[in-house]
C-alpha cells in the first residue's frame, strides 16, 4: 500500500525552489547595483578632472589676457604718436606701415578681450548688472563708436532710431557688446552699400535688435556653425579678413546670460542680417530685480 504524499511538501519544495531564485535574483541586482555605484564614480571622478581642466583653462587664458594687455597698450600709443607726427613728418610708405601696425595691435587687443570675456563666462565670474536705460541713448552711443572707424566711403553705417523712448531692464553694457561684434563684422564684410542697426518690439514682451548688411552672406552650410568658438568660414574674401572666430561665439553666450539668443538670416551675394532677442525685463539675477531704479 503506497503512501500519499502529503500537500505541505510540495508547498515546502516549491517555497524552496522561489526562495533560491529570489537569491539568484537578489545577487544578480546587488551586482547591477555595485556596478551603477562605480559607474557614477567614475563619472563623477571625470566630471571633476573636467571641471579642473576647464578651471586652468578660465585662468590661463585669463592670465595671459592681462599679461598681453601692457604691451598691446603700448604698441597703439607708440603708433598713434607717430601718426600724429610728434617726432616729425611720415612718408607715405612710413604712414602705410605704421597704419599697418596700428591696425594690427587693435585686432589682437580685440582679440585678447574677447578671450578674457570668454574666460570669465566658462568661470561664471562674469557679472550682469541690469538697469533701466533709453533704447535712443544706446543708438547715440553706438553712433559715437562707430563714427571714427567708418572709412570706407562706400558703406553707410544707419541706426533706425526708435519713433518714441523705449524704457528697457537688462545689462546695457553687454547688449552694446553684442551689438557693437555684430556692426565690426557687417561693416568687415561689406564692400559697399549700408549696415543698417534697427530694433523691434516683440508681442511676448521681448525685443529684437538687428543688424542687416548688404555685404557678401553666408552659405546655409555655414550659418549654424558661426556661432561656435573659433569657427571660420572657407570662403576667399572671409580668408582675407579673418577674424578671431570668438566675436560671435562671445555674443551667443552674453544672449544667453541676458535671457536671451542671436541668429542669423543671410543669402550668398545678398548680404546678412545677425539679431538678438532679449526680454523686455530681465528676469531677477543674483538679487537684481526689475524694481532697482526707475524707467527713464
Do not use: C
Request: net charge negative; glycine share 6%; no cysteine.
Amino acid at each position: 500500500m503506497h503512501e500519499t504524499p502529503l500537500p505541505d511538501a510540495g508547498l515546502a519544495a516549491l517555497a524552496a525552489d522561489q526562495a533560491q531564485q529570489i537569491e539568484a535574483l537578489q545577487g544578480e541586482l546587488d551586482e547591477t547595483n555595485r556596478g551603477v555605484l562605480a559607474l557614477y564614480a567614475e563619472l563623477d571622478t571625470q566630471a571633476q578632472q573636467l571641471r579642473q581642466a576647464t578651471e586652468l583653462k578660465s585662468r590661463f587664458l585669463a592670465y595671459m589676457s592681462h599679461e598681453f594687455r601692457t604691451p598691446l597698450s603700448t604698441f597703439r600709443s607708440l603708433a598713434r604718436l607717430l601718426l600724429d607726427e610728434v617726432d616729425g613728418p611720415l612718408t607715405a610708405e612710413q604712414r602705410k606701415q605704421v597704419e599697418f601696425i596700428r591696425a594690427t595691435a587693435t585686432e589682437f587687443s580685440d582679440m585678447v578681450d574677447d578671450l578674457l570675456d570668454l574666460a570669465k563666462v566658462e568661470a561664471g565670474r562674469i557679472d550682469i548688472s541690469p538697469e533701466w536705460f533709453d533704447m535712443l541713448d544706446l543708438f547715440s552711443a553706438l553712433r559715437g563708436m562707430f563714427k571714427p572707424v567708418l572709412t570706407n566711403p562706400d558703406v553707410t553705417l544707419i541706426f533706425e532710431e526708435p519713433q518714441q523712448s523705449v524704457a528697457l531692464f537688462t545689462d546695457d553694457k553687454k547688449l552694446s557688446q553684442i551689438l557693437r561684434n555684430f556692426i565690426s563684422n557687417a561693416l568687415k564684410f561689406t564692400a559697399a552699400g549700408e549696415v543698417r542697426v534697427s530694433a523691434a518690439m516683440e508681442a511676448d514682451e521681448r525685443v529684437t535688435f538687428s543688424v542687416a548688411d548688404t555685404g557678401i552672406g553666408i552659405s546655409p552650410q555655414y550659418q549654424s556653425e558661426i556661432f561656435n568658438d573659433y569657427a571660420q568660414i572657407d570662403s576667399p574674401v572671409q580668408k582675407r579678413l579673418r577674424g578671431t572666430g570668438l566675436g560671435l561665439s562671445l555674443s551667443k553666450r552674453l544672449a544667453q546670460l541676458l535671457g536671451g539668443s542671436v541668429g542669423v538670416r543671410s543669402e550668398v551675394g545678398q548680404g546678412s542680417t545677425f539679431f538678438v532677442t532679449l526680454p523686455h525685463r530681465l528676469p531677477q539675477i543674483d538679487g537684481a530685480s526689475p524694481g532697482n531704479g526707475n524707467p527713464p
